[in-house]
Nanobody, 126 residues
């Protein structure tokens, strides 16, 4: 059983920064691609960023490209999302997700991810 626990969310003013973390337990973390998604109130869940199992490739949503950076530290079983130049429209619950099949590519599709964290709230005030 894989468990994902997000942390680092909070309230920040527009233009500020936050760093989200997601720590995994239950299996060999470094073999699996990871992703971040978000869901704003009244909206569908949307893709934010993804990273290949060996950090060899990253993919970003157009809305966050140039502002967000996804990275991973396999020695700590943790994936990070550095969020800079935050905007009020970035307000959402952010979810970490892990793929089930090892050695996977970074992916925008939530159907490619089997394991999900409980989410962490990010609120950006104007």
């Amino acid at each position: 059983q894989v468990q994902l626990v997000e942390s680092g969310g909070g309230l920040v003013q527009a233009g500020g920064s936050l760093r989200l973390s997601c720590t995994a337990s239950g299996r060999y973390f470094s073999n699996y691609a990871m992703g971040w998604f978000r869901q704003a109130p009244g909206k569908e869940r949307e893709f934010v960023a993804s990273i290949r199992w060996n950090s060899g490739n990253t993919v970003y949503a157009d809305s966050v490209k140039g502002r967000y950076t996804i990275s991973r530290d396999n020695t700590k079983n943790t994936v990070f999302l550095q969020m800079n130049s935050l905007k009020p429209e970035d307000t959402a619950v952010y979810y970490c997700a892990a793929q089930r099949v090892p050695y996977g590519e970074a992916s925008r599709l939530d159907s490619d991810y089997t394991y999900w964290g409980q989410g962490t709230q990010v609120t950006v005030s104007s």
